[in-house]
């Protein structure tokens, strides 16, 4: 993923993201991930704004709850970013999440200092840096604990299953949305 992020699907991402219905924060999303200079409304690095791209391009789906959800509420599932001044352990106890998330710690979106998985209210500290390999690792954290994805995710990960990775390419069920979107990154890589 890692290596082919910024050049084989990165920049669909950004395309397919352009015309879908112009929001605030998707048009600040767009203009993260394409590193355009910007005021300070910019929401986290040019890495994250597009997965968070990718996301409202392959929206949460109802789930067994049929509960609509939108991506800008998804994200949370997904993501927490988490000011260094204040209490982790506050913030494990008074999250209810079952599926493991990216914790961002910094003193903002823009200034992350470190980046955990979060799986069962503990902590595991990414070994990366950047958004990107803490992605990376989330995925990851799924296979190593043997975890199913968040219901509401999981048109994101399944993506980023087959597509990315390449696994059980054959074998795992898509949603038309998703191999509609893998068909249209395929064409283009």
């Given at each position: 993923?890692?290596e ?15 015309h879908?219905?112009p929001?605030t924060?998707?048009?600040?999303l767009?203009?993260?991930a394409?590193?355009?200079?910007e005021?300070?409304?910019t ?18 789906t109802?789930?067994r709850?049929r ?15 988490h000011?260094?001044?204040c ?6 106890l ?20 470190a ?12 070994q ?14 799924h ?5 199913s ?28 949305r ?12």
């Amino acid at each position: 993923m890692l290596e082919k992020w910024d050049t084989a699907f990165k920049p669909t991402v950004i395309k397919e993201a352009k015309h879908l219905t112009p929001s605030t924060e998707l048009c600040q999303l767009l203009t993260a991930a394409e590193n355009l200079p910007e005021d300070d409304h910019t929401d986290g690095d040019s890495d994250m704004a597009s997965l968070l791209l990718l996301l409202h391009l392959l929206p949460p789906t109802a789930g067994r709850k049929r509960i609509k959800i939108s991506p800008s509420d998804a994200v949370g599932k997904m993501l927490h970013c988490h000011k260094s001044c204040c209490s982790i352990s506050e913030h494990l106890l008074g999250r209810e999440a079952k599926q493991p998330y990216i914790l961002a710690v910094g003193r903002n979106k823009n200034r992350i200092d470190a980046f955990y998985i979060v799986v069962d209210k503990r902590l595991i500290p990414c070994q990366a840096t950047s958004s990107l390999g803490a992605f990376d690792e989330l995925f990851k954290s799924h296979y190593v604990f043997n975890l199913s994805y968040d219901e509401t995710l999981v048109p994101l990960f399944t993506f980023v299953q087959t597509t990315v990775y390449n696994i059980d390419i054959t074998t795992t069920d898509q949603s038309p949305r998703v191999r509609e979107f893998w068909a249209k990154v395929l064409h283009v890589v």
